[in-house]
């Protein structure tokens, strides 16, 4: 294929910034013609895909809409009724199909997510938390300045500070930050093990239209898009969730768990992942962390599990193995390619040590961000069939043990090989370790769609 236009798509497609702090905004739109202008605005203070040369920059700037603020616009109706069923139904509405019932229904969200006011999702990112608030104090000077929306709240997030460092932390003290696909036509860093596995072994980029609108998809079909062709392409949806992380529950449920597993607390919390809380992959180092194969770009995503079908290594259920399964699944991972989603967020709230109190009720949790050309085939397939239901990895009704809505029932089967320090061991009556406050559907429209927005010359004929 040929290059992509990486000036015509937005650079939070395209890459993680690796920022370490990020304000997250939310605004709704009261006026079609002042929204169109502040767009208009906006539009040079948008990040693209372009390559950063000269280092990165102090900031960045993205948007996405929901449908509601493309309604919001006044785009013709035909292109309204021309966008995927489940982007105009918005996460709300799906909430049984994705699972999202009990303590994660709506009707515990935040109220931002249950008053069906949010229209766009204004991303910025800094390199200091000093260059996050001047940027923002510069968009909403233009917010301002055009009366185009209004500012509904903003959710902070920010890489995790441990003994003084900036981390790729989670609040449960997974590294997190692996395994985000490749795709053709993509440039970024390759690692071996972030594309698709080939029949010799080696790793190749997915198509790109797993990614972006307006390409070919692993089926050699171009994903469903919205009319005009050219408002769609080198866009994508992205789904937001708002994940708040019951620390204590963790702590204590691991605590307890793992004084009757005879491997240990930090082996027990390897086995719920798939990884250590450093980073090291199980199943290239089953019995401890190993700090040379987290730093080594050509190991540590580079497996595959078609050597551990009986989750000796790896539990057959734990997280990663579940929402990346490489070759678990047989067919050479080739049932897997159309499931990929890219995965962007920073953790929010204070992180604590393990010696420090911690309650649930603290405010703690990621905001979580999946990218797709498809919401219904990529992130809601992943949500509902390997997150919330385990058949395919052959775990019946067993949900997936950190993101999973249990609600004090289910269980976690940790396979061994009988050896004193790989027992066998189930984790039953589980409680939910995290619970969801909210999200939406949204799309990143190319820097060619935003511009036919601001005009108002988006034409579905």
């Given amino acids: ?75 013709p109706a035909a292109t309204l009724l021309s966008f995927p069923v489940e982007f105009q139904q918005g996460m709300r509405a799906r909430a049984e199909i994705l699972g999202d019932t009990g303590r994660n229904a709506p009707e515990h969200w935040e109220a931002l997510w249950r008053e069906d006011r949010v229209h766009a999702w204004l991303g910025v990112y800094g390199v200091t938390p000093m260059a996050l608030d001047t940027r923002c104090a510069e968009l909403q000077a233009l ?38 696909p490749d795709y053709l036509g993509v ?143 047989g067919f050479n991972g080739k049932l897997i390619d159309r499931r990929r989603i890219t995965r962007r967020g920073l953790p929010y709230g204070k992180f604590a040590g393990e010696d420090e109190p911690v309650a649930d009720g603290d405010d703690r949790g990621i905001a979580f961000m999946a990218l797709n050309a498809s919401l219904s085939r990529q992130f809601e397939f992943v949500q509902q069939q390997w997150i919330e239901y385990g058949n395919d990895a052959r775990q019946g009704n067993d949900k997936d043990i950190l993101m999973g809505n249990h609600g004090g029932k289910g269980k976690f089967v940790v396979q061994g090989d009988g050896s004193a320090t790989n027992p066998p061991f189930v984790c039953a009556k589980l409680p939910n370790f995290v619970e969801l406050r909210g999200g939406d559907y949204f799309f990143l429209p190319s820097i060619t769609a935003l511009g036919m927005i601001a005009l108002g010359v988006v034409d579905p004929r």
Wanted: glycine residues 10%; aromatic residues 10%; contains cysteine.
């Fill in 143 to 180: 917010i301002d300045e055009t009366r185009g929306a209004v500012v509904l709240t903003w959710q902070d997030a920010a890489a995790q500070i441990v003994d003084g460092k900036q981390t790729g932390k989670e609040h449960f003290g997974y590294t997190d930050g692996f395994g985000n």
């Fill in 187 to 329: 440039e970024r860093s390759v690692q071996p093990g972030q594309g698709k596995l080939m029949a010799d072994g080696s790793w190749a980029p997915l198509a790109t239209g797993e990614l972006l609108l307006g390409y070919a998809d692993e089926a050699g079909e171009l994903p469903v898009a919205p009319i005009p062709h050219i408002l769609a392409s080198n866009g994508t949806f992205m789904a937001y969730r708002k994940i708040h992380q019951n620390l204590a529950t963790f702590r204590a449920y691991l605590e307890e768990q793992s004084n009757l597993y005879g491997g240990g607390k930090e082996k027990l919390a390897a086995k719920f992942v798939g990884r250590w809380r450093d980073g090291t992959p199980l199943e290239l180092s089953p019995d401890a962390q190993d700090q040379s194969i987290v730093q080594d770009p050509n190991r540590s995503t580079n497996f595959t599990y078609g050597a551990d079908a009986e989750g000796m290594r790896c539990p057959i259920g734990a997280h990663m193995r579940r929402v990346h399964p490489r070759d678990a699944f």
């Fill in 1 to 75: 294929m040929s290059k992509l236009n990486e000036t015509d798509i937005q650079g939070f497609v395209l890459r993680g910034y690796n920022l370490p702090f990020a304000r997250y905004l939310f605004l709704h739109f009261e006026d079609a013609a002042r929204a169109r202008k502040l767009i208009g605005v906006l539009l040079p203070s948008i990040t693209t895909g372009q390559r950063w040369d000269g280092g990165k920059p102090q900031s960045t700037v993205n948007i996405a809409f929901t449908h509601r603020g493309l309604a919001a616009f006044e785009l």
